[in-house]
């Protein structure tokens, strides 16, 4: 398991500091969507999401939102981002990570996975060979099937020390 820790981990994703990633080479950013850059199960942005693509645009960072959410719930709130999105990803499965990449031209030297939930986004950018962040929750409220998860991955988190 211990393969699959994360690179690193902030308390939120406005925290991360992208301007030293940039420095370090790193171009684009791969976000989640729930409890990343919004609210659980928005279906469109807010303000943070829109303060969050502005900070790694000015930067010359580009980004692609790479989602589990079914429908088009993804599709939606990317259009209105105005940035490239994946839906149906798959995490933990790295094929929507891939697919992302490939899309933006990116390679796993120069690309980071974002996101709140270890066992989805986490093992999913591990699998994918990419640096990954995971970021505390935005807000607690959320769909019972990620609340059903979070125990496990809080034992995970004091195991691993994040
Ligand atoms: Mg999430």
Known sequence: MKKYMPDAYYS???????????AKGYKYVLF??????APDHSHVPVPY??????IVSDLGMKCCLVSNA???????FAKKLDIPFVSYAAKPSPK????????????????????????????????????TIWVKPYESREVFYVRFKRPLEFIIRKLYGF
Do not use: C, W
């Open 96 to 131: 929507g990570i891939i697919r992302a990449m490939r899309d933006l031209g990116a390679d796993t030297t120069n690309t980071m996975m974002v996101g709140d939930q270890f066992f989805t986004d986490i093992i999913a950018g591990k699998r994918a060979k990419i640096h």
């Open 12 to 22: 939120k994703t406005i925290d991360i500091p992208f301007a030293d990633y940039v």
């Open 70 to 76: 079914k429908s088009n719930r993804s599709e939606i």
């Open 49 to 54: 999401s829109f303060e969050i693509v502005k």
């Open 32 to 37: 989640d969507l729930d409890n990343t850059i």
